[in-house]
């Protein structure tokens, strides 16, 4: 005895339409990725930035932007500048007072540090990485400056630990399109840009194909 039509028709019509919506969902990520396919004309050096790329499954950069503080031939280190973390800095340093404001996730080596961006420039033994923008200095200055409110929280950042590259290691990433390299290197973008807005953003004002990746969505099977 034959089913009734009906009974034939649904099981194989939602097979059907499953079917086609996981090829559908296939050729878009192909098709994504294909297109992410991009030859860095810049280099990775110091002052840069790395910008991760739409579908990068590492959780620990999705959707980031690191500040390279070094690159050289031992390898190459910076921090994440658009990830906070669930503690405040006056949480993790007892040191510093009143300062109601997360440390940054500087990347997943040594999270047990604490590092820090500003833009005071006569701040003792500071390293300038890129013009406005100085890593590190006198620890004790800075709690000076910041008690006598001459070190706005605006104009500092702190990061919990830092990211980091073998020698190699990053060459051999940008080789799998992992991240584009720019020179938009700002301290209005390090300093004054939402963490949760600089990603697009940076990527919007550099416009063509990169303003499109902007706007792709986390999981490409949610286009």
Known sequence: MFPKDRDFIRPFGVN??????G??????????????????KLKPQKGRLLISEPFLP??????TIILLCE????????????KPSLANVSD???????????AMV??????????????????????????GIFWGGNFEQVLFLMET???????????????????????????????????????????DTTPDAMWKKTL???GGRFSVYSNYPKDPRLN
């Open 149 to 191: 409110g001459l070190l706005a929280h605006e104009d500092i950042k702190f990061f919990l630990g830092y990211s980091g590259w073998s020698s190699g290691q990053l060459e051999t990433e940008l080789e799998e399109n992992s991240w584009i390299v720019s020179d938009l290197t700002s301290p209005e973008l390090v300093f």
């Open 58 to 63: 590492d959780p620990n950069f999705e959707r």
């Open 204 to 206: 919007t004002i550099m």
């Open 71 to 82: 690159n050289n031939d031992e390898g190459s280190f910076g921090f994440v500048l658009n």
């Open 106 to 131: 500087g990347g997943p080596v040594q999270q047990d540090t604490l590092h820090y961006l500003h833009r005071h420039s006569a701040l003792e033994d500071a390293v300038e990485v890129s013009p």
């Open 16 to 21: 059907f339409a499953v079917s086609l919506g």
């Open 92 to 102: 993790v340093m007892e040191d510093i007072r009143n300062y109601d404001f997360p």
């Open 23 to 40: 090829i559908a969902n296939h050729w878009f990520i192909r098709r994504s990725m294909d297109y992410f396919k991009y030859r860095n």
